[in-house]
């Protein structure tokens, strides 16, 4: 609503202030981390629409004089009245309908208790109407978000030219542009990044999503290299750990209870084998190889833990991506080996990632070079190209 609103008074602003203006927005085995679920000024606008679209788009969507003249006329009261009412000439009132000019911003609440209608209704706003559109449409994008994720960007920027402002294609346009950055290394819209979050950490009221944003923001910023801001919004966030399902988990009973738990589960025990993962990277970094072939060990002991070896492919993991996470982990392990001189444990492990990434995936025999794109991306980055497939 406040969003909805804060439109409504920009474009009424728009149009007294600049009237002379002429009128006329884990399949393929790269590694997808939990913690991603899913103006002011012209010049803060986050997404490039010229004040036409953003004008036209208010006067289509809201059509106020139109509004205004159907419920004068079940007040059943003349142009006259409601003029004098609103201390406007009649005159006035006759542009609004005609939709040649628009009412002050601040006659709107007196319109709103003129005629006893609510803000919503005096701008015949259907919010549930436009949240099933947009569902309808990012329903329909989905499918693109991992195979073809610039079909889905340009498909939310289309989105935005129907509802600018909109706080949850804000969000999923976000989204795509920081999984083009961690998955493909697109580095073209980190400045827009970093505009986009501010704007929905600052208007957002749900506290999920600005969570969300601010770990996008820092992954804008750091590739951008402003490493003390990035940490400075990391340290926003909160400490714990699930926001809903340890809660469900513990409020609720029965069904709903062990569905909770479940969810909750499988939240935790993927943060605990990223965990591990992640300390082992960090011993890498400052060579303490010792200690990340314990951290990575810890980290298969707790993966493997969960995994159903009577099933085959993929339904031997809880769900998709843990494959990945499982021969990542040898992987490392092997690298940390072979720094050491350990030439037979390298080997070992290696010989076992190969064999997870061959046997993780169905289809792996007829697509060994999609699946094997990361495999050896990080090999070459470990700087173990004699493993490369």
């Known amino acids: 609503m406040l969003c909805f609103l804060f439109l409504v008074s920009y474009f009424l602003l728009s149009m007294r202030n600049q009237c002379n203006r002429r009128l006329c927005p884990d399949k393929n085995g790269s590694i997808v981390y939990p913690w991603k679920i899913w103006y002011t000024a012209d010049s803060e606008w986050p997404v490039t629409y010229p004040e036409e679209k953003k004008v036209l788009y208010i006067m289509r969507e809201i059509n106020i004089g139109g509004r205004i003249r159907e419920l004068r006329y079940k007040k059943g009261v003349t142009q006259e009245t409601l ?21 002050d911003f601040t006659l709107l609440p007196a319109l709103a208790a003129y005629f006893e209608v609510s803000m919503d209704t005096l701008f015949d706003y259907d919010v549930h109407e436009v949240k099933e559109k947009i569902e309808t449409v990012l329903q329909e994008a989905r499918q693109y978000f991992f195979e073809d994720t610039g079909r889905y960007i340009e498909t939310v920027k289309q989105a935005l030219q129907t509802w600018p402002d909109n706080e949850t294609l804000l969000t999923c346009l976000l989204d795509a542009y920081e999984y083009d950055l961690r998955d493909k290394g697109n580095t073209v ?15 957002s009221r749900d506290f999920v999503r600005v969570c969300n944003v601010k770990d996008d923001k820092a992954a804008a910023l750091l590739k951008l290299g402003r490493y ?61 190889y010792e200690e990340a072939i314990i951290a990575f060990t ?53 010989e076992e990632a190969y064999e997870i990434i061959r046997t993780g995936w169905h289809d792996f025999a007829e697509n060994p070079l999609y699946y094997l794109e990361y495999y050896n991306r990080y090999l070459a980055e470990l700087g173990m190209e004699e493993y490369i497939q």
Request: aromatic letters at 10%; proline letters at 2%; one cysteine or more.
């Open 189 to 203: 819209h980190l400045e827009e990044m970093v505009v986009l979050a501010d704007k929905i950490i600052q208007e």
């Open 83 to 103: 003029a004098q009412a609103m201390s406007v000439t009649a005159q006035a009132v006759s542009k609004w309908e005609m939709g040649t000019s628009y009412p």
């Open 228 to 288: 003390e801001e990035a940490k400075a919004v990391l340290e926003t966030l909160p400490s714990d750990v699930e926001l809903r399902y340890d809660s469900m988990a513990f409020r609720l009973s029965g069904k709903d209870r062990r569905d909770a738990a479940i969810w909750a589960r499988c939240g935790h025990l993927q943060n605990l084998f990223i965990a591990c993962d992640l300390e082992g990277k960090g011993e890498m970094e400052i060579e303490r």
């Open 298 to 350: 810890r980290g298969i002991t707790v993966l493997e833990a969960f995994i159903f070896p009577e099933r085959e492919f993929e339904d031997k993991y809880m769900w998709a991506g843990m494959q990945t996470f499982h021969w990542s982990l040898h992987m490392y392990r092997a690298a940390c080996h072979k720094a050491l001189g350990r030439t037979a444990e390298c080997t070992a492990d290696m």
